[in-house]
T-cell receptor
Framework: DAGVIQSPRHEVTEMGQEVTLRCKPI?????LFWYRQTMMRGLELLIY????????DSGMPEDRFSAKMPNASFSTLKIQPSEPRDSAVYFC???????????FGPGTRLLVL | SQQGEEDPQALSIQEGENATMNCSYK?????LQWYRQNSGRGLVHLIL?????REKHSGRLRVTLDTSKKSSSLLITASRAADTASYFC???????????FGKGTKLSVIP
């Protein structure tokens, strides 16, 4: 099993640019989570999908953030326009059910200059 | 605010010693999980303990849960240098899918 796959692993961009992060969950998992990790705030849940449907996006910081899950094997997190305060490590995780064990991807380290 | 709060924030021990990390939380839970994160990597699930369980073992890991005190502890016995990582507790709210993570305990095991 390849585990949760995220791309890119590292992204450096300039303020104002659009950033798209990608995630492929573990095959058969029906829940997908996007998290953001910073030193100051720790690990924060941004959005949760169940069966490809967004269930709770209350953690999305603001309208500049959007997430989609067009099918069971792919999700994107988009930031437009990006700002320096968006610099963080973004993790995708998947699970078979919402509250059980979550399997994390390796993360995307984003730096917005 | 964070549901789970780990204590201590950092812990440094010699290889072979035991490491104990604590987690406190605020609201009722269905289960509590512990995860490990090696530097620059994603989180890896270690163990899950349900609210009706008091203790659970997995290899060198021992987890306890005291729902009356809203606290949990993770004990790693006979630590190894490879155990060096950050350890997070994660709780779900009763009836909620969402996991809330603490800020973690950074464990350093010195060879």
């Amino acid at each position: 099993d390849a585990g949760v796959i995220q791309s890119p692993r590292h992204e450096v961009t300039e303020m104002g640019q659009e950033v798209t992060l990608r995630c492929k969950p573990i095959s058969g998992h029906n829940s997908l989570f996007w998290y953001r990790q910073t030193m100051m705030r720790g690990l924060e849940l941004l959005i949760y999908f169940n069966n490809n449907v967004p269930i709770d996006d209350s953690g999305m910081p603001e309208d500049r953030f959007s997430a989609k899950m067009p099918n069971a094997s792919f999700s994107t997190l988009k930031i437009q326009p990006s700002e320096p305060r968006d610099s963080a490590v973004y993790f995708c995780a998947s699970s078979l059910a919402g509250t059980e064990t979550q399997y994390f991807g390796p993360g995307t380290r984003l730096l917005v200059l | 605010s964070q549901q789970g709060e780990e204590d201590p924030q950092a812990l440094s021990i010699q290889e072979g010693e035991n490491a104990t990390m604590n987690c406190s939380y605020k609201t009722s839970i269905n289960n509590l999980q512990w995860y490990r994160q090696n530097s620059g990597r994603g989180l890896v699930h270690l163990i899950l303990i349900r609210s009706n369980e008091r203790e659970k073992h997995s290899g060198r890991l021992r987890v306890t849960l005291d729902t009356s005190k809203k606290s949990s502890s993770l004990l790693i016995t006979a630590s190894r240098a490879a155990d060096t990582a950050s350890y997070f507790c994660a709780t779900d709210g009763a009836g909620s899918y969402q996991l809330t993570f603490g800020k973690g305990t950074k464990l350093s095991v010195i060879p």
